[in-house]
């Protein structure tokens, strides 16, 4: 996850974080404010991690979101898809039942005409 998607994703994220690392407080959270490199430096102090095991826990712990924003992603991509096929078929469902309208009153046209000829044969 990079920096941007990090900090534009924050404030959702402060309380999971806060679930992850229990020893940040909520003052901790909103200092880091999303910046990657702040919450590394609190997760070696609070911790006692080196810089590459606060990487490491850093990275496994956001990789998760990482692939749940791919997922949400897609199935947004999903769902819009499905609107827009929806949508299509309505239109298709609307244009076809104008079209067997018309053949319909068509029919009923003909059928008139037909009978006003049988009527002038009779005659």
């Known amino acids: 996850m990079n920096q941007d998607m990090l900090e534009g994703k924050w404030k959702g994220m ?20 999303g910046k990657a490199n702040q919450l590394l430096a609190m997760l070696r102090q609070k911790y ?5 095991k606060a990487g490491q826990e850093f990275d496994r712990r956001l990789e998760g979101v990482q692939i749940k924003t791919v997922k949400e992603k897609a199935m947004a991509d999903k769902d819009e898809e ?19 309208k018309a053949k319909k009153d068509k029919g009923k046209k003909k059928d008139k005409k037909k ?5 002038k044969k009779k005659k």
């Open 82 to 100: 499905k609107a827009v096929v929806e949508e299509e078929e309505k239109k298709v469902k609307k244009d076809k039942g104008k079209k067997d």
């Open 14 to 33: 402060r309380g999971q974080a806060r679930e992850w690392w229990g020893e940040l407080t909520g003052d901790d959270l909103e200092q880091a404010g």
């Open 115 to 119: 009978g006003k000829k049988k009527d």
């Open 48 to 52: 006692g991690y080196t810089r590459e």
